[in-house]
């Protein structure tokens, strides 16, 4: 369940702050900073990101993520400044948020791909190097993949945005967050949670996996048919 109501702004801010849930962004779409910390400017309508201290961007686009526990905080800002620094934190003046998107995660039942018909997951790793994989299975809040080793960049938590491509539903944009990544030998699956998912893309992917579900039922069908024919 994703919750975007505006009125409730305010309320998610104080509980992101109360709680100290470490905060993660990716600046302009490309650098991500971890385990930084969201704080009320005092005095002020513009919020603070507390980062630790070495280079930080002095300005740029944000999208922010903040997990805690089963809940996801998502939202959007820019860098309108700085503040003083030390030699362990430094802080970042960003515009307060028009709305924040709240997830709460719970479980979807999940489909398999047809071999003959791929689910495309397209992305673009940290060296900008685009990335095209099938799906291994999907479902109504995420999906997984899988990936080599030797590309693997991600985090659990990371943010980004990826294109999914559907032979017979066409393809939709949605930013995902990283739930899990599970190693292996040669290679290492990659667990993904939706996140800023617009309606377009929750109808075609919940399509989706009501479709493929309806033609499992249908092969389990089947199959008892068969096998009571045989007794």
Same mark, same amino acid.
């Given at each position: 369940?994703?919750?975007?109501?505006?009125?409730?702004?305010?309320?998610?801010? +104080?509980? #992101? #702050?109360?709680?100290?849930?470490?905060?993660?962004m990716t600046?302009?779409?490309?650098?991500? #900073?971890?385990?930084?910390?969201?704080?009320?400017?005092?005095?002020?309508?513009?919020?603070?990101?507390? !980062?630790?201290?070495?280079?930080?961007?002095?300005?740029?686009?944000? =999208? !922010?993520?903040?997990?805690?526990?089963? +809940?996801? &905080? @998502?939202?959007?800002?820019? #860098?309108?400044?700085?503040?003083?620094?030390?030699?362990?934190?430094?802080?970042?003046?960003?515009?307060?948020?028009?709305?924040?998107?709240?997830?709460?995660?719970?479980?979807?039942s999940r489909?398999?791909?047809?071999?003959?018909?791929?689910?495309?997951?397209?992305?673009?790793?940290?060296?900008?190097?685009? @990335?095209?994989?099938?799906?291994?299975?999907?479902?109504?809040?995420?999906? =997984?993949?899988?990936?080599?080793?030797?590309?693997?960049?991600? %985090?659990?938590?990371?943010?980004?945005?990826?294109? !999914?491509?559907?032979?017979?539903?066409? /393809?939709?944009?949605?930013?995902?967050?990283?739930?899990?990544?599970?190693?292996?030998?040669?290679?290492? /699956?990659?667990?993904?949670? &939706? =996140?800023?998912?617009?309606?377009? %893309?929750?109808? @075609? !992917?919940?399509?989706?996996?009501?479709?493929? *579900? *309806?033609?499992?039922?249908?092969?389990?069908?089947?199959?008892?048919?068969?096998?009571?024919?045989?007794?």
């Amino acid at each position: 369940m994703i919750s975007r109501d505006k009125d409730n702004t305010e309320q998610y801010l +104080k509980e #992101i #702050i109360k709680l100290a849930i470490p905060v993660k962004m990716t600046v302009s779409g490309k650098t991500q #900073i971890d385990d930084c910390k969201l704080l009320f400017r005092p005095g002020s309508k513009d919020l603070l990101i507390r !980062i630790k201290g070495g280079e930080h961007p002095k300005s740029g686009t944000l =999208s !922010i993520v903040c997990v805690h526990h089963n +809940k996801v &905080y @998502v939202f959007s800002g820019r #860098i309108i400044g700085t503040e003083k620094t030390n030699s362990r934190f430094g802080y970042l003046r960003i515009s307060r948020p028009g709305e924040i998107a709240k997830q709460e995660r719970r479980k979807f039942s999940r489909a398999k791909p047809r071999s003959s018909k791929p689910v495309r997951v397209k992305f673009v790793l940290r060296d900008n190097t685009a @990335v095209a994989v099938d799906a291994i299975d999907i479902s109504g809040g995420g999906l =997984s993949c899988l990936l080599p080793s030797n590309l693997v960049t991600f %985090a659990p938590h990371d943010s980004f945005p990826i294109t !999914i491509v559907f032979q017979t539903l066409g /393809k939709v944009q949605t930013w995902v967050i990283v739930t899990g990544v599970t190693p292996s030998s040669e290679m290492k /699956k990659l667990s993904f949670s &939706y =996140s800023l998912m617009n309606e377009y %893309a929750h109808s @075609v !992917i919940t399509s989706y996996v009501a479709t493929r *579900q *309806q033609e499992n039922d249908r092969g389990e069908s089947s199959s008892t048919k068969g096998k009571k024919k045989q007794d």
